[in-house]
């Protein structure tokens, strides 16, 4: 007598493909299509279709018997015509990259303390890291608003000790005394919010380094420093990539920073668009603007996944 076959020997090959890698594959890349792929589509629509009152028109129709698409690049050509819009991307790229670059500076040393603390010490070193996250991010902000006002203890600080004058002489501030709504007030800002998210990653890196490497290259004659530049650094490659990226991409589109701690002077990308979105009611216009910092924003992400896929074939 033969055995019964199982309820489920002949189950259809597409189910069989939806097991095991393919669909821990295939949620993630379904969450980036549904939430980030789709509705930047809308954006993009948005941004060549002609606004009529408070509705837009149809891109493609169909009437007696002719198919017509409409498409409006008007947008983006006067965002390469217009002065203010150059001035405002530039701006954003120029305080992304200082503020990246600060955070770098400031975040690898305490991240490399991090790592190199007693196991017992590492959970308090990354509470402390993580702690600011408790506090509602806005109000973080204002409190650097008032710590910079003429009657904050920062700013008391900065001018008792005359740092306030080399900062005039910098150009970071107009006159001595004056320290908000200049892009002193926006980077220090900006580098308080974003520097862990420069930390976290760097620590994460040099978290696992095989110290028998520094004690190799040192056996081999390296003083410390010599180590430190042709070892640590060479490694933690990918955690400075990582940080650098985590901290730039939200900067170039920051808008609440430049708004409570910047001035006319710190005009980026992010109040151009609330601008055009709230003030002039421009739809496709802000959605331009969106387009093209989306594009920008791109490049660099194309380069960190250029040297992800490079160093994941040199491990392999």
């Keep these: 007598?033969?055995?019964?076959?199982?309820?489920?020997?002949?189950?259809?090959?597409?189910?069989?493909?939806?097991?095991?890698?393919?669909?821990?594959?295939?949620?993630?890349y379904l969450w980036l299509l549904l939430f980030f792929l789709f509705p930047f589509f809308i954006v993009l629509k948005i941004s060549i279709s002609e606004m009529e009152t408070v509705q837009f028109k149809d891109l493609v129709t169909y009437k007696d018997g002719l198919l017509a698409l409409t498409v409006k690049l008007g947008n983006y050509v006067f965002i390469t015509e217009d002065k203010l819009y150059f001035s405002a991307y530039v701006a954003s790229l120029k305080y992304a990259f200082w503020t990246t670059l600060l955070c770098l500076l400031i975040g690898y040393p305490f991240a490399y303390f991090m790592a190199r603390a007693r196991p017992t010490v590492q959970p308090a070193l990354l509470m402390l890291v993580m702690?600011?996250?408790?506090?509602?991010?806005?109000?973080?902000?204002?409190?650097?608003?008032?710590?910079?006002?003429?009657?904050?203890?920062?700013?008391?600080?900065?001018?008792?000790?005359?740092?306030?004058?080399?900062?005039?002489?910098?150009?970071?501030i107009p006159a001595p005394g004056k320290l908000m709504n200049t892009p002193f007030s926006l980077v220090l800002g900006m580098v308080y919010t974003y520097l862990p998210f420069?930390?976290?990653?760097?620590?994460?890196?040099?978290?696992?380094?095989?110290?028998?490497?520094?004690?190799?290259?040192?056996?081999?004659?390296?003083?410390?420093?010599?180590?430190?530049?042709?070892?640590t650094v060479p490694l933690s490659k990918a955690g400075i990539i990582a940080g650098s990226m985590l901290v730039f991409i939200p900067c170039v589109g920051e808008f609440v920073i430049p708004e409570l701690l910047g001035g006319p002077e710190t005009l980026m990308i992010g109040r151009v668009m609330w601008d055009e979105f709230f003030s002039n009611n421009d739809w496709p216009m802000a959605s331009s603007v969106a387009v093209v910092m989306v594009l920008l924003i791109l490049v660099p992400l194309a380069v960190f996944n250029k040297y992800q896929a490079e160093a994941q074939e040199a491990r392999t």
């Design 198 to 231: 420069m930390i976290l990653p760097l620590f994460g890196n040099l978290a696992k380094m095989d110290l028998r490497l520094l004690e190799a290259a040192q056996d081999l004659g390296a003083s410390s420093w010599v180590a430190f530049w042709k070892v």
């Design 1 to 28: 007598m033969d055995s019964p076959k199982p309820l489920f020997a002949h189950r259809p090959r597409w189910l069989s493909a939806l097991r095991g890698r393919t669909a821990v594959i295939g949620i993630p």
């Design 131 to 172: 702690l600011p996250f408790w506090t509602s991010f806005l109000l973080r902000v204002y409190a650097w608003k008032g710590l910079l006002s003429p009657d904050g203890w920062v700013a008391d600080v900065l001018i008792g000790t005359g740092l306030d004058q080399l900062l005039a002489a910098g150009g970071l």
